[in-house]
């Protein structure tokens, strides 16, 4: 890795492990500076130019200043995802950005959530130049998640998991399915925008993890956004309105809300759930055993929050 992405020489390079809980993340420790690798572990050889395209949006929005994020390297060759024998002895994308220096957001301020609603129009309006189409899906998932619960009703151990999937999905399915008919634009974005994925730099959001980029309607990102914003484990209407009302000032159009607009954050939940679950059933040699456990109350705590999430949709419609 440090050769491919011109990092040094392997003896002078100190490697600290990061936390990550799908991928595999380090901190090397370099004589040009510390940056962070990204093993993208789960993806397959079909996600590699999706995984590009994304990178060279970020590129761009890093090459105009738009928003604050931290600085993708490109390896030797030029290429920004790059597929190398990873730490586990197989092939596997691989990504490296300059170390950022900012603080953990945990309890964002309306000041904070209004910068951040505004840095996702900022990044919208970029993708919408970068690029956009009349139509599209929020269905992302490499495997429906219907057949995941299949798979697990078959396992002898995951077989509850199942169950409770299988009692969700229908209906989360049904307003993502919904989401998927808004009319409008999709433009490409960020995608995966939340406190996880931020640092605060300066007082305001700097955004990282933007492998996920691509097109997604503006307004389901910027609802699905504001609920990660809102509070962990139950969003709060406060801090929801405070992101929304800093994407509106910024340009965005956010006007009265319907259950169908969170078919994003439905989607997402179901696409974590796939692959958590697709690890707990072993499909990934890779992973340790510990690794499977983890997947396994990830994808339990997935069908917790779609769940609860579709017993407040009524509700979380009335806040705007």
């Known amino acids: 890795m440090t050769a491919a992405f011109g990092l040094g020489a392997v003896e002078d390079v100190a490697v600290q492990p990061m936390a990550g809980s799908a991928n595999r993340v380090w901190r090397f420790d370099t004589p040009a500076g510390a940056f962070v690798v990204k093993e993208l572990s789960h993806d397959t050889p079909e996600h590699l130019v999706p995984r590009r395209r994304a990178a060279a949006f970020e590129m761009r929005v890093f090459d105009h200043g738009i928003i604050a994020m931290a600085e993708p390297v490109p390896a030797e060759d030029g290429e920004i995802v790059v597929p190398l024998e990873g730490s586990r002895d197989h092939v596997c994308a691989v990504r490296v950005h300059r170390w950022l220096d900012g603080s953990k957001i945990t309890s964002p301020e309306p000041d904070m959530l209004r910068a951040a609603g505004a840095s996702l129009h900022a990044i919208q309006h970029a993708g919408t130049a970068w690029s956009s189409a009349p139509t599209g899906s929020i269905r992302w998932w490499d495997v429906e998640p219907a057949e995941v619960a299949d798979r697990l009703l078959r396992s002898p151990s995951l ?12 209906d989360a399915l049904a307003i993502v399915a919904a989401a998927d008919r808004l009319a409008g634009a999709w433009v490409f974005s960020h995608c995966d925008h939340k406190p996880e994925n931020a640092l605060a730099v300066d007082g305001a959001p700097a955004v990282l993890d933007w492998d996920d980029c691509g097109h ?11 609920l990660r914003w809102s509070g962990r484990p139950e969003p709060r209407r406060a801090p929801f309105d405070a992101f929304l009302t800093g994407y509106s000032d910024a340009g965005g159009d956010i006007e009265r809300l319907s259950e169908r607009d969170f078919g994003k954050w439905l989607a997402a939940l179901l696409g974590w759930f796939s692959l958590q679950a697709r690890r707990a059933l072993g499909e990934w040699s890779a992973d340790t055993e510990a690794e499977r456990w983890a997947a396994h109350a990830m994808a339990a705590d997935a069908l917790v929050q779609l769940r609860d999430s579709l017993a407040h949709l009524s509700t979380w419609a009335t806040w705007r």
């Open 216 to 226: 997604c309607h503006p307004r389901l990102e910027a609802v699905e956004a504001a």
């Open 159 to 170: 077989g509850r998991l199942g169950q409770e999937a299988t009692a969700l999905v229908p």
